[in-house]
């Protein structure tokens, strides 16, 4: 594709950058999307979505999804550029990127439309960043007859032109929690008559501790933060209950089931020792970024012949496209999007994108979906 049409895609990033809008309220997004994609003369699915949607270009089966996500955070954008945000909420995760980047893919697509050996379905997915939005794309028949599904994240610690990727766990299944622990208050001087909650949560939060680091085979990632302690408002007074919260991070099914089972061991037998009441509460959060064994190789070999590919190691935040691959094979690759030594990182106020990285991602969509229509086609001869 010529230098005009990435000047044009940047002109149209710069536009949704400066109007983002969070979580399950991309309403202005969603209509900008449609607009834009109806004047490519591409089909809009029927959806029940109230933001985001799902288009197609092509024909019949197989059908390959590539996915990008359309949400921005309540973060206010510190940066000074023309188009950055002055509605208090940003793009700090660079998912203007992404949307811009699978507008251009469907230009390109379109062009192509009469050589693609199936469909292609487009899928702009809304609340990436509340974990929502994936399920709510399945539930609207987004996968349907879907074989496989590619999707990538923005990566700033990649220059422009390059791709990581790695079989298996890519992003951390990740878990949050929000523990209360609650008993009888009593005077600070009798602490004998009541329940002391403050020291039962210290007590707690130090012996989770030992689970990541006694019980987790020292081969296998996994963390453990508690961020976030309440209990108590007066130095005299033992309060009856106070809570603490915060997340563990895990990258196979097996350790996270670990966790989960011995965090709430741990917590109850803690509590029991000081007569002390608990619940926990689990989010919803992510489960694990899978990447699928076989076709991961296949597309980082194809993504050669237009990036440079390196293998990464797993990142420890979490991402809903994990939804999708619980579902069918998937490849979620992270994508160089500025690679200087002080570049902001995701979900920073001062975050920002370089524009010549769209190319690459563009790229990434079309060739691969091609790539994986040949694929499935030739399995269904
Ligand atoms: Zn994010
Ligand atoms: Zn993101």
Request: hydrophobic residues 40%; contains cysteine; charged residues 25%.
């Amino acid at each position: 594709m010529t230098r005009d049409f990435y000047e044009k895609l940047a002109k149209v990033r710069h536009q949704i950058h400066a109007h983002p809008e969070i979580s399950e309220k991309e309403f202005e997004t969603t209509a900008f999307l449609k607009d834009y994609i109806s004047k490519l003369d591409i089909r809009i699915l029927e959806t029940d979505l109230p933001t985001g949607f799902i288009a197609e270009i092509g024909q019949g089966k197989p059908v390959v999804a590539l996915r990008a996500d359309i949400d921005a955070l309540p973060i206010v954008e510190r940066n000074t550029f023309d188009y950055a945000s002055k509605n208090g909420a940003m793009h700090a995760c660079g998912h203007d990127f992404h949307q811009t980047s699978l507008l251009g893919a469907a230009e390109i697509l379109k062009a192509k439309e009469e050589q693609l050996k199936g469909t292609v379905r487009l899928i702009f997915q809304p609340a990436e960043e509340v974990s929502v939005g994936a399920y709510q794309v399945i539930e609207n028949g987004g996968l349907k007859d879907v074989s496989a599904i590619i999707g990538y994240h923005n990566y700033p610690h990649l220059k422009p032109g390059e791709i990581g990727l790695r079989s298996k766990a890519i992003m951390a299944a990740v878990d949050k929690f929000k523990v209360t622990v609650s008993g009888v208050s009593g005077h600070a001087a009798r602490p004998d008559f009541g329940t002391d909650t403050v020291l039962a949560i210290t007590t707690i939060v130090n012996n989770l501790q030992a689970i990541v680091s006694r019980t987790v085979s020292p081969f296998e990632p996994a963390v453990l933060s508690v961020t976030h302690i309440d209990v108590g408002s007066a130095w005299n007074v033992m309060p009856e209950s106070g809570y603490f919260e915060g997340t563990m991070r895990s990258f196979s099914a097996e350790t996270r089931q670990h966790l989960r089972e011995s965090f709430t061991k741990i917590i109850e037998n803690t509590a029991d020792q000081f007569a002390a009441q608990v619940s926990i509460e689990w989010g919803k959060t992510p489960t694990l970024t899978f990447n699928d064994e076989e076709l991961t190789p296949l597309i980082a070999k194809n993504s050669e012949r237009f990036a440079k590919v390196l293998e990464v190691e797993p990142l420890t935040i979490g991402e809903d496209f994990a939804a999708y691959q619980e579902k069918i094979p998937g490849v979620f690759a992270l994508i160089g999007s500025n690679g200087d030594e002080n570049a902001a990182g995701l979900h920073q106020d001062t975050f920002t994108v370089k524009d010549e990285a769209l190319k690459t991602a563009v790229q990434y969509f079309v060739e691969n979906a091609i790539y994986l229509l040949d694929y499935f086609a030739k399995d269904e001869d």
